[in-house]
T-cell receptor, first 111, second 114 residues
Framework: DAKTTQPPSMDCAEGRAANLPCNHS???????VYWYRQIHSQGPQYIIH???NNETNEMASLIITEDRKSSTLILPHATLRDTAVYYC????????????FGKGTKLSVKP | DTGVSQDPRHKITKRGQNVTFRCDPI?????LYWYRQTLGQGPEFLTY????????KSRLLSDRFSAERPKGSFSTLEIQRTEQGDSAMYLC????????????FGNGTRLTVT
């Protein structure tokens, strides 16, 4: 079973920041938080991952709370092409490393 | 584009037929994964290879399913005696051996069993 909880859907206005929350209250010390997104009829696309520090790349920022029980993915300037299902996943490093997906958050960016 | 490649993109078959899908991972990625995704659900793990060794199989992988990665490069997933419940998107992903490296997915093969 997925070890994360996400809202089923969210809306965001085009050009505004999209903040997608994720709860992972049972996360272990050696588990990373990964974010993927999936646009209809495509495979999941890797966005970002982190352990305990905040991370930023060209796509997004990941903010992880100090107790690591929740995180937020931030898309700083959402566009219509960011409309997708966003998955938050925790994964143990050092194991075979397969990802366990939940149902994710359907983000709709509106003009 | 040197991403994960899957072939075919779409497959329609009649119940009872056998089908085979191919996955070409990103070059030099040691790990290769197969997932299945049905409508409205997240991808579900099926099986995992490290190089040519199949190290884990999900309970979802019935005995009608078989996967191979003969030379540690491309992989095939075969479904024998297909059933309508096998209709789904079959996704392949690969990653390097390094511990926290993310998985990179292909765009999948959509199977429709009529």
């Amino acid at each position: 079973d997925a070890k994360t909880t996400q809202p089923p859907s969210m809306d965001c206005a085009e050009g505004r920041a999209a903040n997608l929350p994720c709860n992972h209250s049972t996360i272990s010390g050696n588990e990373y938080v990964y974010w993927y997104r999936q646009i209809h009829s495509q495979g999941p696309q890797y966005i970002i991952h982190g352990l305990k520090n905040n991370e930023t790349n060209e796509m997004a920022s990941l903010i992880i709370t100090e107790d690591r029980k929740s995180s937020t993915l931030i898309l700083p300037h959402a566009t219509l092409r960011d409309t997708a299902v966003y998955y938050c996943i925790v994964r143990v490093t050092g194991s075979q490393g397969n990802l366990i997906f939940g149902k994710g958050t359907k983000l709709s960016v509106k003009p | 584009d040197t991403g994960v490649s899957q072939d075919p993109r779409h497959k329609i078959t009649k119940r009872g037929q056998n089908v085979t899908f191919r996955c070409d991972p990103i070059s030099e990625h040691n790990r290769l994964y197969w997932y299945r995704q049905t409508l409205g659900q997240g991808p579900e793990f099926l099986t995992y290879f490290q190089n040519e060794a199949q190290l884990e199989k999900s309970r979802l992988l019935s005995d009608r399913f078989s996967a191979e990665r003969p030379k540690g490069s491309f992989s095939t997933l075969e479904i024998q005696r297909t059933e309508q419940g096998d209709s789904a998107m079959y996704l392949c992903a690969s990653s390097p051996l390094l511990g926290a490296s993310p998985l990179h997915f292909g765009n999948g093969t959509r199977l429709t069993v009529t």
